[in-house]
T-cell receptor, first 112, second 113 residues
């Protein structure tokens, strides 16, 4: 298995633009988590899905953030409009599997 | 409320020695799982070890072992025979039942040659 695949790896965008982050989980994993990592706040859980259904989105910081999982193979995290304070590394993780919850390589987002 | 606490922002260890990274947690759910992840400077999150709340024995994976003290609600990671490549951030995480998985603030480990 190729693991959890996130795209893009890096994204630089201007304030006010829409940003879409993508995640392909490992096949057969029931859960998918989206996290944001910053120096100040550490790893924050944004939202998680079970069998494609959003279970808890209480970590989504504002209405500017939205996430979808239209099928078991794909999830998106959208920020519209983006702001400089959204700059962070965004991870998705899927599981459970023999290796616990597997993280993708992350998307480093910079909003200028 | 913070459910996972890692009190050591930074730790140093001499190469080939053992080191313990602390993690305490808070939950009233009898069913939970505890995880440790390693994040090297390259940024990826690497799963190290898992301990279930009902597991009778402490988990071990190679040089990693988890010192699980349920009554004290602690799940410390022990790394034996430290190597230079062990220098990284280490995160403890907990998942209660089928709920979310939350992380502690992390400990930065530096292995000295």
């Amino acid at each position: 298995d190729a693991g959890v695949i996130q795209s893009p790896r890096h994204e630089v965008t201007e304030m006010g633009q829409e940003v879409t982050l993508r995640c392909k989980p490992i096949s057969g994993h029931d859960y998918l988590f989206w996290y944001r990592q910053t120096m100040m706040r550490g790893l924050e859980l944004l939202i998680y899905f079970n069998n494609n259904v959003p279970i808890d989105d209480s970590g989504m910081p504002e209405d500017r953030f939205s996430a979808k999982m239209p099928n078991a193979s794909f999830s998106t995290l959208k920020i519209q409009p983006s702001e400089p304070r959204d700059s962070a590394v965004y991870f998705c993780a899927s599981g459970p599997g023999v290796d616990g919850y597997t993280f993708g390589s992350g998307t480093r987002l910079t909003v200028v | 409320a913070q459910k996972i606490t890692q009190t050591q922002p930074g730790m140093f260890v001499q190469e080939k020695e053992a080191v313990t990274l602390d993690c305490t947690y808070d939950t009233s759910d009898p069913s939970y799982g505890l995880f440790w992840y390693k994040q090297p400077s390259s940024g990826e999150m690497i799963f190290l070890i898992y301990q279930g709340s009902y597991d009778q024995q402490n988990a071990t994976e190679g040089r990693y072992s988890l010192n699980f003290q349920k009554a004290r609600k602690s799940a410390n990671l022990v790394i034996s025979a430290s190597q230079l490549g062990d220098s990284a951030m280490y995160f403890c995480a907990m998942r209660e039942g089928e709920d979310d998985m939350r992380f502690g603030a992390g400990t930065r480990l530096t292995v000295k040659p």
